[in-house]
């Protein structure tokens, strides 16, 4: 079946450690995305990745890295820098834009829930 | 700013009844979606429109343009229909700064659906 995979589902993290979360995809889609979900928020972009090897900065992407050195995978970093990194991490894949599409439709992950302790 | 809101936040309803749920945005778009989300997390794509209506089973989604405003429609509502619904949009290009394939979302709408 195709489809996007993350894992763990329950990460939990000491202070001052950084963790790094799991996206996988094999659907061959082109563009990835990682999400930041607070209660009573909507979703927040943390990077997204438009191709293999090139990545760039959503609205809050400080605290966080990210590698494109697959097609399928694009793992996200949470850093000792992210001041609040308790949250739910939501992963998303889409075909991509290409000549005159501007939109797709984005196909999502199960999630990650990230405490620290 | 360009901005997503929905209404209501919270929702419930008696098994049966018709729903309607409410997006509104700030600037023009390429495309707006709707989105559910379970109790568990996971998120599935409901619909892509760029204009007018569109039907699967008891779901429709409508939008219209001028007003900038979509709505989402559940008929003969049931329990399992219980879930976060979530209206995003991709700006069109000269409102939004970013790859016009990015999403920006609403905060969403809880709807509970009691038998």
């Avoid at chain 1, 438009?50 to 809050?60: A, C």
């Avoid at chain 2, 309607?20 to 794509?45: D, E, F, K, R």
Wanted: hydrophobic share 30%; with cysteine.
């Amino acid at each position: 079946d195709g489809g996007i995979t993350q894992s763990p589902k329950y990460l939990f993290r000491k202070e001052g450690q950084n963790v790094t979360l799991s996206c996988e995809q094999n659907l061959n889609h082109d563009a990835m995305y990682w999400y930041r979900q607070d209660p009573g928020q909507g979703l927040r972009l943390i990077y997204y990745s438009q191709i293999v090897n090139d990545f760039q900065k959503g609205d809050i992407a400080e605290g966080y890295s990210v590698s494109r050195e697959k097609k399928e995978s694009f793992p996200l970093t949470v850093t000792s820098a992210q001041k609040n990194p308790t949250a739910f991490y939501l992963c998303a894949s889409s075909r991509g834009l290409a000549g005159l599409i501007t939109y797709d439709e984005q196909f999502f992950g199960p999630g990650t829930r990230l405490t620290v302790l | 700013k360009n901005e997503v809101e929905q209404s209501p936040q919270n929702l419930t309803a008696q098994e049966g009844e018709f729903i309607t749920i409410n997006c509104s945005y700030s600037v023009g778009i390429s495309a707006l979606h709707w989105l559910q989300q379970h109790p568990g997390g996971g998120i599935v794509s409901l619909f892509m429109l760029s204009s007018g209506k569109k039907k699967h089973g008891r779901l429709i989604a409508t939008i219209n343009i001028q007003e900038k405003h979509s709505s989402l429609h559940i008929t003969a509502s049931h329990p399992r229909d219980s879930a976060v619904y979530i209206c995003a949009v991709n700006f069109s290009r000269v409102n939004y700064g970013g790859s016009q394939g990015n999403l920006i979302f609403g905060k969403g709408t809880k709807l509970s659906v009691k038998p």
